[in-house]
């Protein structure tokens, strides 16, 4: 075995209550390949951040080559041969690939000699490890997969040893995440440690040579590729957790409700987030879609909602289209009943800085009963909002307090009652329940299966594969911007992890 | 001949007229690069201008009068920067805030120390910036054309209008040259960027606010020291405003920013200059019109219909560490 | 920014800290007072004597006040929206051809009574087209408002010097204003209120009728922003651009109208002087109020409860200063500047300095009641 090139003993990290990291122990061997594997929010990035400097641990002790280091900014990381490639790339956009390189790692005052030496660097990297790119390009005209390699190129620039690499393939086609990995493979030869933090499994089998498995802060597993397969590693990833029990009854689907055919859907950057995704949600079921963060379902909620412009595709409410590619409007489709509870409710679905009563009507400020002409009824707003802080139990019961002084549960209560209490034919719900406390969240499961109950058509979009399939009578899963496969309620934990981590997906593709 | 004398004389008062936007221009350029909008320059500027002439007067030197005008600039400048980068302010209302300041303050402490209704003391010679005249300036001064350029437009200037225009291609070489140049292009781009690689975002930009502090002193010095003999209340008029146009309209790059400024001075010395009289073709133009001219174009400019200028990406957000 | 502070009773958010932020205003103030020689607490002393010491003072307190509720109020609507207008200036200037051309057309005609309303009327809407444009670039391209309106103050400025010297200037007339307007162009002065209550007033004292409208534009300005659909969108807009579309609110919309409304309150700032006082439209008429109009928003933390008595202080130290300056003349009006200044600074830009003293005060005395909220860790 070789020796260790960086050793984490005992981090702790917390942000406030939460604790990202508790107790990781994880040593990273010289000249492997060690990948990171773990939910969203189990605390990958955050421990990466620490040892990057970017964060400080609460407790813990990092040793670099066997010896103790202080790692407090990303001067000490970079001083100390860890480089990292961001998830968010960290490049100067209208700079060169040049000016990028050299940023922060210039050699003295005047930029000549220091560009000449990055020049002739460059040309070494390429030819040591095929990593090549124009150094006279400006980063915002290069495709995202030469930006990353910039990334690779500006830690490598500094004479790191180790490189931590976050998520590297999220924004990369399939071609270009190979040429990553063969890229990696080589610096791996030439004795560089690499780790790769990443939710997808197949990246794992193929490239890596250790995996650790995160979940809820701690290291759970620690595996030899070799002598592992995705199927344990996705039930570490998952974890034998008890199912949250929902009392529910048996599902009657009565009529297609919403009905969504080859929509496609670009993020303000333009790149593809959702891809030709078709489904239906009949009225009296919970469509359920499941995945990990980022891999589109945002946006496709956004899309049929009407916040978002879609590319192309039809959307249609209750038999009749939805404008999803010109000029929906969200207020438009609250009349016509489909219902929308956000996944940012901080900034989306509440005006923090309002008080209750006010978010109690947020986009219904225009219904009649609210109305006095001009003039909202202050009096009608608030005793609605009364009616609603019982109906839901929302604590503090005082509509007049500002919402940013309620906790999760109760905020996101609010947001819900406005929705349900307009009785829509169609509900999208998005994390119902992220950052709700476990009381909350019983009651917001059990109005979600009492919308189904009364005949109401609920699109349930979650990352918490729990919540998803004990509410769910389908369960479709994205990946890719892509729903990859579509499964019953019984469906197990192990099944959907993999749809999850693309595996099955790319397996049928090659 | 007429015609040329007169176009040399109207170019070297459009000289004059453009060095304390040149000045102060490129002072908003190293600030608002960094990505800390400046609307304060004008505050800076007057500010800068009073201190020049007070301290000049007092100490009877023009170099005394720069030095302070430059320290008080740049306290100035600091103020900005401990509101908008270590407060995390807005940086506009710093900017208004700090106008305000200089505004009242020249006036008031200028009649409680000179009691001249706000004006400092006529400078004499010593407490002036002298015109400089180039070698053989004199002897040229009949060649046609090359000669009354060379000693009627090139020479004559004092050295803080050589300066203003010396600064043009220095601050293109610290920018696309330097070190520094380039930490500073990254921090009003993507700080994240900068902080990443291991740079203090904060001191880089203070850093930058320094630089205006200085250029803004001395744009405010040529004002009370080179083209005036003392300070007289408000004596900036808006041209903080017109150099900050002039910065937009030159897409914060140094060059066009001295060709923004030399148009823009152009068009303050013709409405001068064609006050009354009538042009060919267009008839008399109003004074007013050439006056509002730089704003205008700015405006237009802005709307997108000459070229897009884009700001500075990080322009005007404070920089927070989370991601 | 929209992330939300940690809690402090109302009491300290709303009163302690602008008072503390205030405090520190008027001690830099003070700094300057002692640097010109001067006891900056004599200095207060004769500043509040000269404003609210005699009938005529306080007539000229809120003659004053009258301008800065207007053009404080068009501010604080702007920032309701979430918008800077820095226009206020300009827009205010503008719309002095407005009350003009309307006084100018009807004083020989009609009663004040008729001319009034027709003149609200041409202030409002001429201070509103001024802020159309800057309004429309940035609804619909984009451009940085505060750029835009900052040079439709120059614009106005040169536009109106043309007006005032050429076109609008009476034959023969050396000064660069309009003529005198007759009656029905006057609005009627306010000075019996005040006798009413024993105080003596000059007749010249200029406090006027259009005190009155610019009180009821504050009620109509808490009335529209907090009572009515269209106030909610816009306060929805100014808190967050993404709950507005979520709740289906238009932004070019509601950032047009936004403007609107702003120009034409600080439109209405024209009516005070032209009709009110002076009597004609001349040069620079508007004198700075449009920017003091920014202090007072920030000040009276853009809620109209707020801005009037942020006005009439202001109102204060302009009637005050004017007295000041017999007093001390080392003090000029100026002196003003310096302090809007200031206030700008610490209760706008600095608006926060002292929070975290504050908290910590606080916190020594009740940890809980302070609730210190962990920073949330997302994506961790």
């Known amino acids: ?510 | 001949m007429e015609f040329f004398e007169a176009l040399i004389n109207i170019l070297n008062s459009t000289i004059r007229v453009s060095v304390p936007l040149l000045l102060a221009c490129l002072a908003g350029l190293y600030s608002e690069r960094a990505g800390i909008f400046d609307i304060g320059l004008e505050g800076k500027m007057l500010a800068g201008a009073f201190a020049g002439a007070a301290a000049a007067a007092v100490f009877g030197s023009a170099w005394i009068g720069l030095l302070v005008a430059v320290l008080v600039s740049v306290a100035l400048a600091l103020v900005h920067g401990f509101a908008s980068i270590t407060h995390r302010g807005n940086q506009i209302v710093s900017g208004v805030a700090i106008n305000f300041i200089a505004a009242g303050s020249t006036i008031i402490l200028g009649q409680a120390w000179f009691n001249q209704g706000g004006r400092t003391p006529s400078l004499t010679a010593d407490g002036r910036f002298g015109a400089i005249t180039l070698p053989f300036a004199d002897q040229l001064r009949d060649v046609p054309v090359v000669g009354q350029i060379y000693s009627g437009l090139l020479s004559g200037h004092t050295l803080l209008a050589y300066l203003a225009f010396l600064a043009v291609p220095f601050t293109w070489w610290v920018l696309f040259r330097t070190r520094f140049g380039l930490r500073l292009r990254a921090v009003g781009e993507n700080p994240a960027a900068v902080d990443t690689a291991g740079i203090s975002v904060a001191w880089l930009r203070y850093r930058a606010v320094i630089c205006t502090g200085v250029l803004t002193g001395l744009a405010g010095c040529y004002m009370s020291l080179s083209q005036n003999a003392g300070f007289v209340k408000d004596m900036t008029a808006g041209r903080g405003y017109i150099a900050l146009a002039a910065l937009i309209f030159a897409k914060w790059k140094p060059v066009p920013a001295m060709f923004a400024c030399l148009l823009f001075g152009f068009l303050d010395a013709l409405s001068i200059r064609l006050q009354g009289t009538p042009l060919p073709i267009v008839g008399k133009v109003p004074v007013q019109f050439m006056q509002a001219l730089p704003y205008v174009l700015t405006v237009i400019l802005l709307a997108g219909f000459i070229g897009k200028a884009i700001p500075p990406r990080a322009g005007g957000v404070p920089y927070v560490k989370e991601r | 920014m929209s992330t939300p502070y940690t809690k402090l009773p109302a009491w300290a958010d709303y009163g302690l800290i602008p008072l503390i932020n205030l405090l520190v205003a008027f001690a830099g103030a003070g700094l300057v007072v002692l640097l010109v020689g001067e006891n900056p607490f004599r200095a207060a002393a004769i500043l509040v004597e000269g404003a609210f010491g005699s009938g005529t003072g306080i007539a000229y307190t809120l003659y004053y006040a009258t301008n800065f509720i207007f053009t404080g109020l068009a501010v604080a609507v702007a920032f309701h929206c979430g918008l800077f207008n820095i226009g206020g200036e300009g827009q205010a200037y503008i719309a002095g051809l407005g009350v003009g051309v309307v006084c100018l057309a009807f004083d020989h005609i009609l009663p004040w009574w008729l001319t009034f309303p027709l003149a609200i009327l041409g202030a409002a809407i001429s201070g509103a087209l001024w802020a159309l444009i800057p309004a429309y670039l940035q609804a619909k391209r984009g451009s940085h408002i505060v750029i835009t309106t900052i040079m439709f103050n120059f614009i106005a400025a040169s536009t109106m010097v043309y007006l005032l010297v050429g076109p609008l200037k009476p034959r023969g007339a050396m000064a660069p204003q309009t003529r005198q307007l007759v009656e029905g162009g006057q609005l009627p002065k306010l000075g019996w209120l005040l006798s009413d209550f024993g105080l003596t007033v000059r007749p010249s004292a200029p406090l006027n009728l259009s005190f009155l409208l610019a009180l009821a534009m504050a009620f109509v300005v808490w009335l529209v922003v907090w009572r009515t659909r269209l106030g909610y969108e816009i306060r929805t807009m100014g808190h967050s651009s993404k709950a507005a579309r979520y709740a289906g609110i238009s932004e070019t919309r509601i950032i047009i109208i936004t403007m609107l409304i702003s120009g034409a309150l600080a439109g209405m700032m024209a009516l005070n002087p032209i009709m009110g006082d002076q009597h004609n439209v001349s040069l620079d008429f508007v004198s700075g109020a449009g920017f003091v109009g920014i202090a007072v928003a920030l000040m009276g933390r853009s809620h109209p409860a707020g801005i009037v008595p942020a006005a009439i202080l202001f109102g204060m130290l302009y009637q005050g200063g004017a007295e000041l300056a017999f007093e001390m003349p080392n003090i000029s009006r100026d002196m003003i500047v310096i302090i809007q200044g200031l206030v700008i600074l610490f209760a706008g830009a600095l608006e926060h300095m002292f929070r975290p003293t504050v908290q910590a005060v606080f916190a020594s005395f009740s940890p809980k009641s302070v609730g210190i909220a962990p920073p949330r860790a997302e994506g961790a």
């Open chain 1, 1 to 510: 075995m070789a020796e260790a090139a960086i050793e984490l003993v005992g981090i702790n990290k917390s942000f406030g209550t939460v604790r990202a990291n508790r107790d990781i122990n994880l040593v990273i061997e010289r000249g492997s390949i060690l990948g990171i594997v773990g939910e969203n929010g189990a605390g990958k990035s955050t421990l990466m951040s620490i040892l990057y400097g970017f964060y400080q641990a609460d407790s813990g002790e990092i040793k670099v080559g066997g010896k103790a280091v202080a790692i407090k900014t990303p001067n000490d990381a970079i001083a100390h041969g860890i480089g990292m490639v961001h998830q968010h790339f960290m490049l100067v956009e209208n700079f060169t690939v040049i000016e990028n390189v050299i940023l922060g790692a210039e050699h003295e005052a005047l930029l000549k000699s220091s560009i000449a030496k990055a020049r002739s660097e460059l040309e070494r990297l390429e030819r040591e490890y095929g990593l090549e790119v124009d150094p006279d390009a400006v980063i915002e005209e290069l495709p995202v997969g030469l930006q990353q390699r910039v990334e690779i190129l500006k830690a490598l620039y500094r004479g790191a040893e180790i490189l931590i690499l976050d998520e590297p393939t999220g924004v990369l086609t399939p071609a270009e995440a190979d040429h990553l990995f063969r890229i990696l493979r080589q610096l791996k030869e030439q004795g560089k440690t690499i780790v790769l933090i990443t939710h997808k499994l197949r990246e794992i089998m193929a490239i890596t040579d250790t995996v650790s498995v995160m979940r809820q802060g701690t290291v759970v597993a620690t595996r030899e590729t070799a002598k592992t397969t995705v199927e344990e590693l996705a039930e570490l990833m998952v974890g034998r957790r008890v199912l949250l029990r929902v009392e529910k009854g048996e599902a009657r689907p009565g009529a297609v409700k919403l009905s969504v055919r080859n929509l496609t859907v670009r993020d303000s950057r333009g790149v593809t987030m959702v891809s030709d995704v078709s489904f239906d949600v009949r009225g009296g079921e919970i469509v359920g879609i499941a995945g990990v963060a980022g891999n589109g379902q945002s946006e496709l909620i956004e899309a049929v909602s009407g916040i978002r412009r879609a590319v192309s595709g039809s959307v249609m409410l209750d038999g009749a289209a939805i404008e999803v590619t010109g000029h929906a409007d969200p207020g438009e489709l609250r009349d016509r009943g489909l219902a929308h509870v956000p996944e940012d409710r901080h900034h989306v679905g509440l005006v923090l800085a309002f008080e209750e009563n006010e978010n109690s009507i947020l986009g219904y400020h225009d219904k009649q009963q609210y109305l006095n002409g001009p003039f909202l009824k202050i009096d009608a707003v608030r005793d609605d909002a009364r009616r609603k802080i019982e109906k839901f139990d929302i604590r503090p019961p005082d509509c007049r307090l500002r919402t940013a002084n309620f906790s999760g549960g109760n905020q996101q209560k609010i947001v819900l009652a406005r929705e349900l209490e307009q009785d829509p034919g169609v509900l999208i719900v998005g994390q119902p329940t992220r950052g709700v406390d476990v009381g909350a969240i019983e009651f917001i499961h059990k109005q979600l299966i009492a919308m189904r109950d009364r005949g109401k058509a609920v699109l349930l979009i979650s990352v918490e594969l729990d919540e998803i399939r004990s509410l769910s009578d389908r369960i479709l899963v994205m990946f890719d911007g892509r729903v990859v496969g579509e499964r019953g309620p019984d469906a197990t934990e192990g099944e959907l992890g993999l749809l999850m981590a693309g595996v099955e997906s790319q397996e049928a593709a090659e």
